[in-house]
């Protein structure tokens, strides 16, 4: 479940609510294509914006719609004791698996973080994977915290951050917290642009935004990337480099992703949770262009 | 409401509930010392780590605990939907006035916090204060957007974060801002260790995390500055330094009042909700020392 491709969809919702009938075919499209798992309620899943009764509700489609592929639902939240909920709510509703961010109002200390996750841990029946993402967050692990975590029983993988874009440094970014956590946890990459380095530098799985909309593209990359043809990986992700573009220019890849998905009909417009929009005038112009550019659909 | 002090009451809570009895003592003691408004859930009160209920409840109480002090409700949240039924909340619980911050997980642009304000200021029959806190939100006003939000007609003040401790910077930093806002709109310094600089420099009121603790401490400082007596103002405040120093050292304001309120049996222990947790160890006896040395009860 924590290695290969974890494709991320996107929950579609609006001010009245979650569009379950896109959020299904959305999940039924990855299961389709046969991904390794699906990201349910990630960052691009906007989990952080939706009610627990929300969030239960989405975890079921998920599984309802996934077919044999494993669902990890993201159970992250302000307090333990909401995440204690969540995480029994995504089990009880037929989780896989879930994955926990240290989100954060007030600044979090190490010691707190390591706390959240061991009470955490102690409640779980699936295995957790431990999701490092300081831009949502605002919280940054040390390797030495990485490595306390992943030594909890239930953690079997790491969603790290983007690497560097050159291969030498990812390389030992990889082989250095490699070092600090036990064999069978496996990492994972985030920020697709730089998904492709880190998988050639070392990483099990990528935990992908665009996968969770085209899969196919998402797992021609992954597949190159597990049968070691480092050339085809590059290939592959070069070609999207004006996709990755997108991404650095609009704030990230949320924004981009659910423009794609509102232009190509994917979803319904608008598709985020106010006061986040989807981008607009010039910016949702130059989406449109990289499409077609790109063929992508 | 939004001039001379502003006291923010933690909102004590174990992970069964907010203690409510407490609460309502903390606001009482705010209301017989007569400062000039009672900030309820703000930072300082856990807001953003309360449901929506617990949040109305709280507010209940420190409107009738408050007497005929005026009473602001922080209504932040992470969707423009949530904050649209947390204002309505506050307002028929008896609030005067509402804090709003833009709270954030996806990093916000400036165009979607304008929105935002200005969506929720169509609801709003009360005034507002816009509150600006880069160090939880992690969104960055800019002048020039400050000076757009406090247009809006329910716009009455904004709480701006610490000032620099030179006194002319602060004076130039205030007027600057000033000279975007309309005259009504008043000026409120948050950071306790500089709020005597920027009382001085030409803020009209304290968002104060001590006042919440300790009244008449805070009042003396304002009440100081108020009078145009700088003097008295930075030696009331210079007195405080040994606090200002735990709060430098050890993560900020909240986990310091929080621990001196239950050290001093205003709050039972834990009063934070998990994962945050009150200093412990050396750090609490530190806390211990400063609170004898300061005489503080």
Redesign the interface.
């Known amino acids: 479940m924590f290695t290969g491709l974890s494709a991320f969809p996107l929950t579609p919702m609006n ?1 009245q609510g979650v569009r379950e009938d896109e959020f299904s075919n959305l999940v039924e499209r990855l299961a389709k294509a046969q991904v390794d798992s699906i990201g349910v309620l990630g ?1 691009t899943g906007s989990y ?2 939706l009610s627990r009764e929300a969030r239960t509700r989405v975890t079921q489609l998920a599984v309802s719609s996934a077919g044999n592929v494993p669902v990890i639902i993201g159970i992250g939240a ?4 909401d995440v204690l909920a969540l995480a029994e709510d995504a089990q009880k509703a037929g989780a896989s698996g879930v994955l926990l961010a ?2 954060s ?5 190490d ?3 390591f ?2 996750y061991e ?1 955490v841990c102690r409640s779980l029946s699936v295995p957790l994977c431990v999701y490092d993402n300081p ?2 967050t ?1 919280f940054t692990f040390s390797d030495e915290l990485h490595g306390r975590i992943a030594h909890l029983p239930q953690v079997r993988s790491i969603k790290v951050p983007p690497v560097s874009t050159d291969i030498n440094a990812a390389r030992e970014r990889i082989a250095r917290l490699r070092a600090l956590i036990p064999e069978d946890v496996t990492m994972g990459i985030s920020g697709d642009a730089v998904a492709s380095t880190g998988l050639i530098a070392g990483c099990d799985s990528w935990y992908s935004v665009v996968g969770g909309l085209f899969p196919e593209t998402a797992l021609a990359i992954t597949r190159a990337a597990q049968a070691g043809d480092a050339q085809t990986v590059q290939r592959l992700s070069d070609r999207l480099e004006p996709f990755w573009v997108l991404y650095r220019e609009f ?2 890849s ?2 981009v992703i659910a423009t794609v998905a509102e232009i190509l009909g994917k979803v319904s417009t608008p598709c985020l ?5 989807t981008l607009q005038g010039n910016q949702r112009n130059r989406v449109e262009q990289v499409i077609e550019q790109l063929d992508l659909r």
Chains 1, 2 share one sequence.
Do not use: F, I, M
């Open positions: 001010e960052s952080a914006y302000l307090r333990t004791r240290p989100v109002y007030q600044k979090l200390t010691d707190e973080v706390s959240h009470t831009g949502t605002h704030g990230g949320l924004r949770p106010l006061p986040l929009n």
